[in-house]
């Protein structure tokens, strides 16, 4: 009973919760939703010209985008913020003042590109090759053919991959830390982190987290809806329809999906 007592006085103080609340509402939630929504943007374009760069015919766009793409996915995160955050500081103190935040955005943009760009090039090499034989067929040249055919069906398949993406890109946001945030500048960890020291519970950190919850559950179950729908197809169809084009006795090779909305 000790130890069930000590457990919620430790991570459920009401108390504690309530003082850290309207900070993380007035100034963490909005900096973790600005750190990751910037980063998110950049990201995905930087990624979508890995991609392109990864699926060149020459081998001076290919090897640097799958250099670029082993380095930023082999080395961990928190590595990754503290080799720009600290390397790149002078640079962000004349541009920027202190505010650690436009370095931070920079590592994680560059970090989810190096994943983003892998999710759109292999969303793209999922098209089945003759999708682009049937285009050019039609007498749709190389580059039209990508961007009216191959392209859109690619994006159409990575949609869950890239929102996971998104998500962990949230969760990774936290890690900014590491810079020293300023207090008014502090993200919904920082916060968390800080009203744990001075009440010396961790019900403020506890809390955080279920900030992240709350941010993050909503965009999982959006993952698992537009894969359902994906399956699916049109709306309307029921949940009796296969769950795959090929247990409905469609060829894989020609059922990409195309016109299903």
Partial sequence: MDTLKTLWETFFDLGSMREALPEMLTIGLRNTLLLAV????????????????????????????????????????????????????????????????????????LIAAAYIGEIFRSGIQSVEASQLEASRALGLSHRTAMRLVIIPQGVRRILPAWVNQLIALIKDSSLVYFLGLLASERDLFRIGQDHAANTGNESALLLAGLCYLVITVPLTHLVNWIDRRLRRGPVGATDEEPETYEAAGAPATVDTGVGRD
């Fill in 38 to 109: 910037v980063s998110a943007v950049l990201g995905t374009l930087l990624g979508m010209l890995l991609a392109v760069a990864g699926l060149a015919r020459t081998r001076w766009l290919r090897w640097p985008a799958r250099v670029y793409t082993d380095v930023f996915r082999g080395l961990p995160a928190a590595v990754t913020i503290l080799l720009i955050g600290v390397g790149l500081a002078p640079l962000g103190m004349a541009w920027w003042g202190p505010n650690p935040y436009p370095l931070g955005i920079l590592a994680l943009s």
